[in-house]
C-alpha cells in the first residue's frame, strides 16, 4: 500500500521557474527521503529530512518537513530541462522500510 | 565504490519460464531491499535482508518468488512460473554502515516483461 501521495500528479514548468511539490502521509516517521527517477531508471536519492528536522537545503533543493500536519514539500530554484523526471517522496517508518507514494511527474519546457 | 549494481538491465520471458535477477549492494552495507515499480506507480516494497537474514516480506511476495542473499553480500531474486502480471521493473536498495546513515541507495533496476 502507498503511504505517501504526491500533489500535484504532474506538474509542467518553464525553464528557470520553480517548481513545488508536495507530500502527504499517513502515519509517524522517522525520516522522509525524496527521490528523483528519469524514465526507465531506477531512483537517485535527492534529500533525507529526518523527524525532528523542519528545513534542509542541497543545491537547488529545499525540503521542508511539518509533522503535525504529516507533509512535506520540495522546491526545486531556478529549474532546468534536465529536472525533467518523476519525484517520489518516501517515508521511513520501521527498519529503515520505506514506503513511496505515486510520484509527480515533472516537465520542464525550454 | 561503484553503487547498488543490478543484471539483467532487461528481460524478456516467455510466461511460466523462471527468472533470476542479481543484486549487488554498496559493499559497506547490510540492509538489502527488493521492490517492484509498475508503470506509473510508486515503488512497492517486497522484502528486506539484514546481512544474510530475511527480516520481511510483504504480501505481495507470493510463493512464486523467492530471495536469498546466502553470505550477506549480493542477493538474488528468482521468479518462478512467471505470469504477465509480473512485468514490472524490480528495484534493489542498500543502505548500512558508517557513511550511508539512513539513506537508501537504489540500482538502476531489471525491467521484466512477460509474454
Known amino acids: 500500500s502507498q503511504q505517501g501521495e504526491e500533489d500535484p500528479q504532474a506538474l509542467s514548468i518553464q525553464e528557470g521557474e520553480n517548481a513545488t511539490m508536495n507530500c502527504s502521509y499517513k502515519?509517524?516517521?522517522?525520516?522522509l527521503q525524496w527521490y528523483r527517477q528519469n524514465s526507465g531508471r531506477g531512483l537517485v536519492h535527492l534529500i533525507l529530512i529526518r523527524s525532528n528536522e523542519r528545513e534542509k537545503h542541497s543545491g537547488r533543493l529545499r525540503v521542508t518537513l511539518d509533522t503535525s500536519k504529516k507533509s512535506s514539500s520540495l522546491l526545486i530554484t531556478a529549474s532546468r530541462a534536465a529536472d525533467t523526471a518523476s519525484y517520489f517522496c518516501a517515508t521511513d517508518t520501521t527498519a529503515s522500510k520505506l514506503t513511496f507514494g505515486t510520484g509527480t511527474r515533472l516537465q520542464v519546457t525550454l | 565504490d561503484t553503487g547498488v549494481s543490478q543484471d539483467p538491465r532487461h528481460k524478456i520471458t516467455k510466461r511460466g519460464q523462471n527468472v533470476t535477477f542479481r543484486c549487488d549492494p554498496i559493499?559497506?552495507?547490510?540492509?538489502l531491499y527488493w521492490y517492484r515499480q509498475t508503470l506509473g506507480q510508486g515503488p512497492e516494497f517486497l522484502t528486506y535482508?539484514?546481512?544474510?537474514?530475511?527480516?520481511?516480506k510483504s504480501r505481495l511476495l507470493s510463493d512464486r518468488f523467492s530471495a536469498e542473499r546466502p553470505k550477506g553480500s549480493f542477493s538474488t531474486l528468482e521468479i518462478q512460473r512467471t505470469e504477465q502480471g509480473d512485468s514490472a521493473m524490480y528495484l534493489c536498495a542498500s543502505t548500512g554502515g558508517s557513511s550511508s546513515g539512513n539513506t537508501i541507495y537504489f540500482g538502476e533496476g531489471s525491467w521484466l516483461t512477460v509474454v
Open positions: 559493499s559497506e552495507h547490510n540492509r
Open positions: 535482508f539484514q546481512n544474510e537474514a530475511q527480516l520481511e
Open positions: 502515519t509517524s516517521i522517522n525520516n
